[in-house]
């Protein structure tokens, strides 16, 4: 049900006007950024990934709102299949912090602060959460990578084409999407 939204703004992004799309891009650029900043400042692994989620819909809407669509489709089949491997990850570890730490209950196992060396203990489970927060950081060779550059591509172009008719602030779209392709990688890294 997340993604339902994204999917009915491509359904019916053909007969918006480009006053709609333009709000569109903008209120997709601002949420891509605000909630890839408050991912950064979580410690709970659970609300990492859902902050991260809500970014990268924010994405999906501003690459429907810069006439992206296409893009935006395939950073949503990307995006669930990357994700749904980071959540399954992420119930893994805490699965198994659980089961370690039984005994103690003020021990918290979403948090991220007490997360370290699970390597050893849960290999497949990090190399599963490597390949897929790898993907959703963007970086070339893997599917995030390319539905990103497609929505980016397609927000640079839009905000040249149409710099002439609105000014130079719907380069902030585009510098918004950037920057939030950039903190991407923090957040997940963490």
Same mark, same amino acid.
Request: charged share 10%.
């Given at each position: 049900?997340?993604?339902? *939204?994204?999917?009915?703004? @491509? ?33 709970? @692994?659970?609300?990492?990934? %859902? ?12 690459? @429907? ?14 995006? %669930? #299949? ?7 990850? %992420? *119930?893994? $570890? @805490?699965?198994? !912090? ?25 290999? $497949? ?13 963007? !970086?070339?060779?893997?599917?995030? #990578? ?24 719907? #380069?902030?779209?585009?510098?918004? *999407? #950037? ?12």
């Amino acid at each position: 049900m997340v993604a339902a *939204g994204v999917y009915l703004l @491509i359904r019916v992004q053909p007969v918006l006007t480009p006053v709609v799309l333009t709000t569109t891009a903008v209120i997709g650029a601002l949420t891509a950024f605000m909630a890839a900043v408050a991912a950064i400042t979580q410690f709970d @692994i659970k609300k990492v990934l %859902a902050f991260s989620t809500i970014s990268q819909l924010g994405y999906m809407v501003m690459g @429907i709102g810069v006439g992206a669509a296409e893009a935006s489709l395939f950073h949503l089949w990307t995006h %669930a #299949f990357f994700k749904a491997g980071l959540f399954l990850g %992420a *119930g893994a $570890v @805490i699965h198994y !912090l659980h089961q370690v730490n039984h005994e103690d209950h003020s021990f918290d196992a979403q948090d991220m602060r007490l997360m370290g060396g699970l390597k050893k203990h849960l290999p $497949v489970t990090f190399i599963a959460f490597l390949v897929c927060g790898l993907s959703l950081s963007g !970086l070339p060779l893997f599917s995030g #990578f390319l539905s990103k550059e497609g929505i980016l591509t397609g927000t640079w172009l839009w905000a040249a084409e149409r710099s002439t008719e609105y000014g130079w602030w719907v #380069f902030a779209v585009s510098d918004l *999407g #950037f920057i939030t392709a950039l903190l991407t990688p923090v957040y997940v890294g963490r």
